[in-house]
């Protein structure tokens, strides 16, 4: 008798008291916001998202001290309707950990994240890097749904894309900025072409 595969119609992923609830919406910006420079503190995240996986390994360093904090995280949307809200699971790892987990295959994403203020809201602005160069994300969390749902889209940004899949980590991870701006002319979501 042989041993049973594992396939999603046989695997059970009971709730876990370690997983937690995000409730975020995420922006595109046509640049950082008035206020915030490239020289200002941030913070350097690699992200890698192993292949075929929900799974990424997040390494952010303070380039102000060179400390380095990892983490192995599982993160995915409940509904995949709405990606406002996600279940996220993160395990914090040493570098030996780190290391032994960098064997996956994995596409990576680099970005530089700047905190940012604005409407009594504290907003991760994330400048990416690579191959994604010329993409500016801003991320807020919520406490709870009604916050989430009340919440007008900031000045600064150009459109609300937290429902859009393209803009999610592990899909960027498998793009470049030409394929995220080539996106975002045929789905009319802003006008790229009136940016200086």
Do not use: C
């Amino acid at each position: 008798m042989g041993v049973a595969k594992l396939t999603d119609l046989n695997t059970v992923v009971p709730d876990s008291k370690y997983a937690r609830v995000e409730r975020e919406r995420r922006y595109l910006l046509p640049d950082l916001p008035e206020g915030l420079t490239r020289a200002d503190h941030h913070l350097q995240i690699t992200d890698n998202y192993v292949t075929g996986t929900r799974l990424r390994i997040r390494k952010v360093r303070d380039p102000r001290t060179n400390k380095w904090v990892v983490k192995f995280t599982q993160k995915f949307a409940a509904n995949p309707e709405d990606l406002s809200h996600t279940i996220i699971t993160n395990t914090y790892l040493n570098a030996i950990e780190a290391e032994t987990l960098a064997i996956f295959e994995a596409n990576e994403i680099r970005k530089n994240r700047y905190p940012f203020e604005f409407g009594g809201r504290k907003f991760s602005v994330d400048m990416f890097l690579g191959d994604l160069f010329g993409l500016v994300l801003a991320e807020v969390s919520f406490e709870t749904d009604e916050e989430l749902d009340s919440f007008p889209k900031p000045m600064f940004a150009l459109a609300d894309v937290t429902n859009n899949e393209i803009f999610s980590g592990g899909r960027l991870s498998q793009l470049t900025f030409a394929d995220v701006r080539k996106e975002i002319e045929q789905s009319g979501l802003v006008n790229i072409g009136s940016r200086k």
